[in-house]
Nanobody, 127 residues
Framework: QIQLAQSEGGSVPAGGSLRLSCAAS????????LAWFRQAPGKEREGVAF????????SYADFVKDRFTISRDDRKETMSLQMNRLKPEDTAMYYC????????????????????WGQGTQVTVSS
């Protein structure tokens, strides 16, 4: 059974930092694309950060660029999202995601491209 298990999120004041982690089991994501999405109440799920396999390429949504960093450790089959200079508008449920296909071309960036999802973790940023 394939699972992506996320670490707990948390609550921080604006300007603070949090690190989210996601561990895969029953799944070899070494050649897969990985991503973090988020969903705020009443809003659609949106892509935050994306990473390819191999010598990884990364891509970020404009609203987190230069504040968030996505990384992966294929030996440990884990991925992380380091979030710095958090803003109240970053408050959302965050989800890790992985493709079911080997990923060597353009980075997939939409919800439909990702088959496997973590359970979600709440991040709350207070003003």
């Amino acid at each position: 059974q394939i699972q992506l298990a996320q670490s707990e999120g948390g609550s921080v004041p604006a300007g603070g930092s949090l690190r989210l982690s996601c561990a895969a089991s029953g799944y070899a994501f070494i050649a897969k694309c990985l991503a973090w999405f988020r969903q705020a109440p009443g809003k659609e799920r949106e892509g935050v950060a994306f990473i390819s396999p191999g010598d990884p390429r990364t891509s970020y949504a404009d609203f987190v660029k230069d504040r968030f960093t996505i990384s992966r450790d294929d030996r440990k089959e884990t991925m992380s999202l380091q979030m710095n200079r958090l803003k109240p508008e970053d408050t959302a449920m965050y989800y890790c995601a992985a493709t079911s296909f080997n990923c060597y071309g353009a980075l997939p960036k939409i919800v439909a491209d990702f088959t496997y999802w973590g359970q979600g973790t709440q991040v709350t940023v207070s003003s």
